[in-house]
């Protein structure tokens, strides 16, 4: 049986970086294949990425073969402490050239059947308003919202409002940002809802 650890015949070690790469972490040493045996809520899987220049990567699930569907994938940016949903849609964020060993993981939850409320704060609609440089929140179901924070890709906030209550249309003016991808996160009693967002 495979574990989280080094498995011969089972994983396969990186010999050659590519320009642009990623692979598994597994006792500090980079691979192409990770084996493991189950995979459960518990399970933690470090990723590496390598890039050649500074810019917009984006991060995303090719196919799924022989998987638990019971199982939701998620990303975790350690630097953001953002929670992706991988099969949903890629991750988009901003990295500076170079390695990167420390910032990204798989992580995993068992899929729940969706209350009342996160299927109302599933209809928050977080947007950024380039012609008038506005974050723009519509909250149809009046969600209480604890505070809403813009983030650059380096984890900096850029902007941050936690007097807000119960408004439905919510607009921030956010003025001289430079341009690229920034993390909209709206932080709510049931938890944080995140958007990737571009400034041009």
Do not use: C
Not at 51 to 61: E, K, P, R, V
Not at 62 to 70: A, G, I, K, T, Y
Not at 167 to 185: E, H
């Amino acid at each position: 049986n495979a574990t989280t650890g080094i498995d011969f015949g089972y994983d396969a070690q990186l010999y050659e970086d590519q320009i642009d790469d990623m692979y598994w972490l597994i006792a500090d040493g980079k691979h192409l294949i990770q084996g493991i045996d189950m995979i459960n809520p518990d399970t933690v899987l470090p990723l590496g990425v390598h890039t050649q220049t500074d810019g917009i990567n984006a991060i995303s699930i090719n196919s799924l073969e022989n998987f638990d569907e019971n199982l939701d994938i998620f990303l975790h940016d350690k630097v953001l402490n953002v929670f992706h949903d991988l099969v949903q849609s890629a991750y988009t964020v901003t990295l500076d050239a170079g390695a990167i060993l420390d910032r990204f993981e798989l992580t995993f939850k068992v899929k729940s059947t969706l209350s009342l409320e996160d299927e109302t704060i599933n209809q928050l609609d977080i947007r950024y308003d380039n012609s008038n440089s506005m974050i723009v929140i519509k909250n149809p179901n009046q969600v209480d919202i604890n505070s809403v924070t813009f983030y650059n890709m380096l984890g900096q906030p850029v902007f941050n409002n936690s007097e807000i209550g119960l408004a439905d249309n919510l607009k921030y003016k956010v003025n001289n940002l430079s341009t690229g991808a920034y993390i909209v996160a709206v932080s709510t009693p049931r938890g944080k809802e995140t958007r990737t967002v571009l400034v041009k």
